[in-house]
């Protein structure tokens, strides 16, 4: 792939907006991810904004519920020895 801006230029990587090839002078780097340096800075830029703050919220959630998985396998596993026993001594 090429540069969209400079076809005889080699790309080194796409804009993490609209993913169009990006040569050298033509890539931003956001720190996540390359932008367009004319077209695309302010959007990559949302875009990084709106995943951390969804990697965030989503910590927050499993932080929060954590003890719901851990609840649910201790209520299974008694479910299971409790008919496990039943069987041994009814039989």
Known sequence: MNCYRHPSRPAVGNCKACNKGLCLECAHDTKNGL???ETCVDEVKRLNRVTDLS?????KYLQANSGLPRMAL???AGII???ILTRLFTH
């Open 35 to 37: 932008a367009c340096v």
């Open 55 to 59: 990697l965030v919220l989503m910590e």
């Open 81 to 83: 020895l409790g008919a």
């Open 74 to 76: 201790h209520i299974l």
